[in-house]
């Protein structure tokens, strides 16, 4: 069977903007670049994660909401540093029809400033806090740097949490619940991940402080999938959200947000994916598991039944199936759905039918193997999980491999994937190592964050690490 | 208990007004006229109508996808009515950061135009057809009318499907489809609707001809809720969506499109609901019961019990309950709840528990009495159902008072609601009658169509009927 024409482990980048297409998540044809379309496997794909992330959301008390898309000029200028960070990227509409406006209207590069000045209408009392909301929208950033589906595009699909707290304290309880969710969420899409406390000059425009989520891409680059930040009362003193105390006296609130893109689909395909194409983890695959009758002219019916019966009890078991009665060879399907990394793939043919069996092949390692009927639904569970995990074990392989704590630039030059080195806490040590290793500051760890040693630029005590890293 | 301070009974319009902010279902305080924000008993509610209707998409084969926001001005002026038509009502994007955009770019109003240049590129041969697809976006009209939440908005959440088939008939057969679409979604809302084939100088701009579908509010003004749109090859030849027939020659394809917006909220809102608030229909309740623990101090907790394990036994029907624990008084709580149009409420107290029964209270028609705890999850779902009935039957009653054939426009005049007159099948004389009765053409029924009489203006042969009605 044909593989994909540019091998991933030959040319990592060229192979993932091959299989976006090649596997039908999106076209790039659309006359804006950047700006791609969704197709449908590709939206469902999304859909599930945008699924697991509601979940989660659910299950932590955040209430969704939607904020019109469009923000005035005057509402986003209340916040300096937050105008400084964005103002060069965003679209500005100026005309209805055929009458100029008479404030121009941004397209949201994120929400801050279209929800604030409502949030301070919102929060009266403590009683209304913690206020928990989020929303998954399009997002739009004018990118002027080289485009990449799904990776760096102009409209964004996005999930954002805003959270307002009665003080900072509650507000950093929100950061610890945050990095619960994406422990779970990210264990759920076999993602092994690390976070990093951005340096000052890389925080988000406004916050107080910024976790980034970062992935270690095949290609050896970073991935940030997502952040956490704090803002403290940053925001809530321009936009005057503020609330009475038990006491009667007034004060502003702390808040916090919670930011993740399409970029986890890039992760997806370019973590998991092989020289056969995708390799979807069960819990987002918009097909678990595909049943492919093995079929003789004249003989279809008591396959096709089968095959039928044991959708339907994969159905049941809220296992999401579909069998491929297309008129084309075994061969060919297999090849198309190894392409859209279906997890399963089951073989039924007559003689698996006389012996009460069904064939079960793994996408991930290609492991193939007869099972009887009657255990099916459950061995199919069991390889899902098993699946999952191996993915996930793959994936954590290459990152421990590829993370390197190190006191040595020479040393650090010589290596691939995230550097960690001492760090003496001064701006211009890390810009310079930036510039010799060629990469970039992803921030200092913040668990094992612990360092006894000398700068490597200036010699003078280092008492935190700091990872260097080449980026998306 | 308080009810709304303004009397649905008394002036609709101003009820509606208050309800939709009463009731939590969105902010009209964001500072961009007719761009509301979805609060989350809004947003959750829209969201299980967008469900149903995606059950129905995914019911009857349609993909989908989600196709950029903006599209560039060379795209959207290939079909000429089309622009004609929307010209006057887009936004404009001109300005990217500090740069002007070398074209400009409008927010979609709709998505004919960024869809079928990528169509064209989808479809080849007849094997590719019939394409179905569906989004479901945000959309933006300049509305210079008044806006009113949900009914005149100009940031639209929006429902629209885009199919191309390969002829004529068998585009006529999606229509079909669309209408049974029609009739299963707004039976599961309880909204009885008509469908009325638009006159010509009314159609969708581009469309070969416009069903729309509209419902009658209790201020005795039709909103229209959706339309679906035969374009023939009127789109496809601009566009250049062609393929290859079986016997090898080219052919364009014929194309239908199916629209619904959060409009469907006005009408629930608008034809359900009544001094007390909401009523939601069953189907789309984000709480379908709400359970209200009527204690005393020190004899919580068996009462507590009850209602937990009453709602994880209706959670395990698949029915979303919710259990009202807030110390606050029940009266406080069955207000509250009325509000929202929570269709039953169950009431537990010790009483109740001794006697191991729960009162049941219905929001539609106040029916209130006590069932065993046995047999309750099966009368809830026997009540909900119930529910659901009686609002159809109310709203189906109130449209059928208020549909008039008649053939005299004195008589005509005096009537409230639709009005159905003979119809020569001329402009003019519907114009005509449009001033004199102040309100619009709605169309040509669709069903039950045959008209001998005459044209009450020109006086000549009428053989069909044109319905009229003030709008939303």
């Known amino acids: 069977m044909p593989e994909t024409k540019i091998k991933k482990t030959d040319d990592f980048n060229e192979w993932y903007n091959e299989i976006v297409e090649l596997a039908d998540l999106c076209d790039k044809r659309y006359p804006i670049k950047g700006m791609n379309v969704w197709r449908p496997y590709g939206w469902k794909l999304m859909s599930h994660v945008d699924r697991l992330i509601r979940e989660e959301m659910i299950k932590t008390n955040h209430h969704e909401v939607c ?3 469009l923000i005035p000029e005057s509402s986003f200028k209340k916040e300096e540093e937050h105008i400084e960070g964005f103002g060069s990227e965003v679209y500005w509409v100026t005309h209805a029809g055929l009458n100029e406006l008479e404030e121009r209207w941004l397209l949201r590069p994120t929400s801050e400033t279209a929800m604030y000045p409502v949030f301070s209408l919102w929060i009266r009392s403590h009683a209304d806090l913690p206020l928990k909301t989020f929303q998954i929208v399009n997002t739009f950033r004018y990118e002027t740097k080289q485009t990449r589906a ?13 959270t307002c707290h009665v003080d900072f304290e509650d507000a950093e309880n929100q950061v610890k619940e945050d990095k619960e969710i994406a422990d779970r969420l990210f264990k759920k899409l076999s ?3 690390i976070l990093s406390k951005r340096p000052d000059w890389d925080k988000f425009a406004g916050a ?6 970062d992935v270690l891409m095949p290609s050896g680059r970073t991935l940030q999938l997502g952040s956490i930040h704090q803002y403290k009362d940053n925001f809530s003193k321009p936009y005057e959200i503020s609330y009475e105390t038990e006491d009667g006296t007034h004060a502003n609130c702390h808040q916090t947000t919670y930011g993740m893109s399409e970029r986890i689909l890039g992760a997806l395909i370019g973590i998991h994916g092989d020289n056969k194409g995708l390799v979807m983890p069960p819990e987002v695959a918009p097909v678990q598991v595909v049943v492919i009758p093995i079929i003789f002219k004249g003989k279809e019916k008591p396959v096709f039944n089968a095959c039928d019966a044991l959708c339907k009890k994969l159905g049941e078991s809220s296992i999401r199936s579909h069998v491929d009665k297309r008129d084309i060879t075994p061969g060919n399907k297999y090849y198309n759905w190894e392409l859209k990394g279906v997890p399963l793939r089951i073989e039924i043919g007559p003689k698996d039918l006389e012996k009460k069996e069904i064939v079960i092949v793994r996408r991930d390692n290609s492991d193939k193997r007869s099972v009887s009927q009657e255990s099916s639904v459950n061995v199919i569970k069991d390889e899902l999980d098993k699946i999952s995990k191996n993915l996930y074990g793959n994936a954590k392989k290459y990152l421990d491999e590829n993370m390197h704590r190190v006191n040595d630039i020479k040393k650090a030059k010589n290596l ?11 701006d211009d040590c890390a810009l310079k190592i930036e510039d010799i290793l060629d990469g970039n500051t992803l921030g200092e760890p913040i668990e094992d964050v612990k360092c006894i040693d000398t700068c ?14 080449k980026t998306y």
């Open 191 to 193: 993602l092994p991940y």
């Open 208 to 213: 107080f402080y910024t976790i980034s989520i």
């Open 150 to 162: 799904f990776i760096r595009v102009r409209e964004i699909h996005f999930f954002e949490a805003h």
């Open 416 to 426: 691939k994937g995230i550097i960690e080195l001492p760090w003496c806490g001064t």
């Open 67 to 69: 904020f019109p898309l």
């Open 456 to 469: 490597p630029v200036c010699g003078k005590s280092a008492t935190t690490w700091m990872r260097y890293a």
